[in-house]
Structure formats: structure tokens, C-alpha cells
């Protein structure tokens, strides 16, 4: 039987893979050639087993086993992830409400926590302040990081030392949000790049090629911090497995009015005699969100039975 050890993976470039082990020391592995033909992706955040392998081409460590995950996300692709820190920026660039509802829902199908991170926060202090209300509304913690205040720095830390040791968080969000910078700001050392928004496009530049774990602390809490690629699109059809019939209760503050509307199939979309609906007019639901709901409530509609049971 070969000797294995067990580790965490940090980041992978080229088929090369940095993995943690227990004691903190750090290995260089590549990966065996039977996770390409089983068509498996080592991610980061992987719990893996690595063995050291001889031959005439190359000797070294290789990632012998993928130990099952407990998740894992498409966009970023991360696994074994417990906190999604969704992020995007009040202005410059403007917010895609559609993409951070995607982004909700796919955490909550997979049992990771979804928390709201709204940058630059003192651009544009009271839309800051709308936004916030929406999504704290909607029954998330939210967060907010400006230039002049440490509030957002402050609530992240008190979250993350709140928490068990070992939990893996990861940012998620559009490009030039301002994701890197905040990371920078509660652990210094990690010294990620940055980069400008730019001017005539008003987007970001993909400084982050490349999901990367940290291993950090918090006062006494020890966790695994993800700075990832930014994106501005989320195929959420091609991502998710969930039914249009069950998309209504990965809308938190949908789940008080749910199996009271008047139809038991009620779909919360257009019927008459709708709690759901009833509580948008009210003001209890935001409107943007039920509005992201009806979007992506037709989109799983229309998704073919055929391709739904290849997924």
C-alpha cells in the first residue's frame, strides 16, 4: 500500500497544484492522468490525498485521491466552501442585481452561506444604504466597505471570529468591484494585486487569474480566505439542478408566505390571490428581487426535461 498524506488545496496554475498539509508545510503536485478521463477537476479547496510517485520522466508528488466534497461551486470554482462574501461595488461599475441573486441562490442550493459585500459604499452613501436594505430584507447578513470606513472591515473580521476554525470563505463578483483591495485591508500580508478601473470602459481588469486559498487568522480563528477571478456573467441554467418548482424557498424572505396562496401550485409569478405577491405590494419583498425571481423562474421553466436529467 503506498504512503499518502492528506492536504488542502491552495491554488492550481498549468497543471501544477500548491497543497497544504496538516503541519503547514506546503507541496507542489501534479495531477494524475485518471482525473482527466474520469473528467474530474481538482478545485481549490479540495481535501486531497497525495503520494510520491517515481519514474524515468519526472519524480515527485502527485494528487492520488479527490476526497468527496461536501460542495462546490461552477463560478468561482472553489469546493468544500462554507461562507460566499458576494461583492459588488455601488457605482463604477454599476451593480448586476440579476448576477448577485445567481449568485445567492447557487451558494443556498449547496449549503454555503451567502453574506453581501457592497464596496465603495462612499460613492453613492444612500443608494449604499438602498441596496443594503434589500438584501438584509431578504435575510442576509450585508456588509459595507468604503474608502473613509472600517465598518466592512470591522463586521468581516467579528463574522469570520464568530465562526468555527477551518471554514473557507471566498469573495465572488464582478470585475473591479474592489474585491482584492478589501482582502488587502484585513490581511495586509497577503499583498494581492490590484488593479485601476478602467476609465473608458468603466470595468475592471481580471487582476486575480486564478482561485487562490490562504490560510489565515482572525484573533484565535483559523480559516482559508479565497480571492477569485472576477466575472460579470453566470450561466445559472447551466449551473444549477433545481427545478423551477423549487426555486421560490432559495429566496429567504419568500419562505414566511409560501404554501398560503390561495393555488397549491401557485408558481408566485403572476396568479391572483398570491402571498408572495401580496407581500411585494406591501413592501415586505423587495420588488428587484421578485423581479430576478420571475426572470430565473422562466429561464428553469424552459430548461428541456432531457437536458435537466443529464445535468
Same mark, same amino acid.
Given at each position: 500500500m503506498k504512503d499518502t498524506l492528506s492536504g488542502t488545496v491552495l491554488s492550481g496554475v498549468g497543471?501544477?497544484?500548491?497543497?497544504?498539509?496538516?503541519?503547514?508545510?506546503s507541496l507542489h503536485c501534479r495531477a494524475r492522468g485518471?482525473?482527466?478521463?474520469?473528467?474530474?477537476?481538482?478545485?481549490?479547496?479540495?481535501?486531497?490525498?497525495?503520494?510520491?510517485?517515481?519514474?524515468?520522466?519526472?519524480?515527485?508528488?502527485v494528487i492520488d485521491r479527490i476526497l468527496p466534497r461536501k460542495n462546490e461551486l461552477p463560478r468561482p470554482a472553489v469546493a468544500n466552501l462554507d461562507v460566499l462574501l458576494i461583492a459588488f461595488a455601488v457605482t463604477k461599475p454599476e451593480p448586476d442585481l440579476l448576477l448577485i441573486d445567481k449568485l445567492t441562490i447557487t451558494a443556498l442550493s449547496r449549503g454555503i452561506r451567502p453574506?453581501? %459585500? !457592497?464596496?465603495?459604499?462612499?460613492?453613492?452613501?444612500?443608494? /449604499?444604504?438602498?441596496? @443594503? $436594505?434589500?438584501?438584509? *430584507?431578504?435575510? &442576509?447578513?450585508v456588509l459595507l466597505?468604503?474608502?473613509?470606513?472600517?465598518?466592512?472591515?470591522?463586521?468581516?473580521?467579528? %463574522? !469570520?471570529?464568530?465562526?468555527?476554525?477551518?471554514?473557507?470563505? /471566498?469573495?465572488?463578483? @464582478? $470585475?473591479?468591484?474592489? *474585491?482584492?483591495? &478589501?482582502?488587502?485591508?484585513?490581511?495586509?500580508?497577503?499583498?494581492?494585486?490590484?488593479?485601476a478601473i478602467s476609465e473608458k470602459v468603466a470595468r475592471g481588469k481580471h487582476t486575480t487569474r486564478a482561485?487562490?486559498?490562504?490560510?489565515?487568522?482572525?484573533?484565535?480563528t483559523s480559516c482559508y480566505i479565497a480571492d477569485t477571478p472576477g466575472f460579470?456573467?453566470?450561466?445559472?441554467?447551466?449551473?444549477?439542478?433545481?427545478?423551477?418548482?423549487?426555486?421560490?424557498?432559495?429566496?429567504?424572505?419568500?419562505?414566511?408566505?409560501?404554501?398560503?396562496?390561495?393555488?397549491?401550485?401557485?408558481?408566485?409569478?403572476?396568479e391572483d390571490d398570491c402571498a408572495v405577491r401580496a407581500a411585494c405590494a406591501e413592501g415586505q419583498i423587495a420588488e428587484?428581487?421578485?423581479?430576478?425571481?420571475?426572470?430565473?423562474?422562466?429561464?428553469?421553466?424552459a430548461m428541456p426535461e432531457w437536458k435537466r436529467k443529464q445535468k
Open positions: 497543471g501544477l497544484y500548491a497543497v497544504r498539509l496538516p503541519d503547514g508545510t485518471v482525473f482527466r478521463h474520469e473528467k474530474s477537476t481538482v478545485l481549490a479547496g479540495d481535501r486531497v490525498l497525495v503520494a510520491y510517485e517515481e519514474n524515468k520522466k519526472e519524480s515527485g508528488y453574506v453581501i %459585500l !457592497i464596496t465603495k459604499a462612499d460613492l453613492d452613501p444612500e443608494k /449604499a444604504q438602498d441596496y @443594503a $436594505s434589500v438584501y438584509r *430584507k431578504a435575510g &442576509f447578513s466597505s468604503s474608502r473613509d470606513s472600517e465598518d466592512g472591515v470591522i463586521g468581516l473580521r467579528s %463574522l !469570520i471570529e464568530a465562526g468555527e476554525d477551518g471554514l473557507t470563505y /471566498a469573495f465572488a463578483g @464582478a $470585475s473591479g468591484v474592489g *474585491k482584492s483591495t &478589501f482582502l488587502n485591508r484585513i490581511f495586509p500580508s497577503l499583498e494581492q494585486a490590484t488593479g482561485v487562490r486559498l490562504f490560510e489565515t487568522a482572525v484573533g484565535e460579470s456573467m453566470l450561466d445559472f441554467v447551466a449551473y444549477t439542478d433545481c427545478p423551477c418548482e423549487e426555486l421560490a424557498p432559495l429566496f429567504p424572505e419568500f419562505r414566511p408566505f409560501l404554501g398560503i396562496c390561495r393555488w397549491d401550485d401557485c408558481t408566485h409569478t403572476k428587484s428581487r421578485h423581479k430576478n425571481y420571475r426572470v430565473l423562474y422562466e429561464e428553469l421553466r
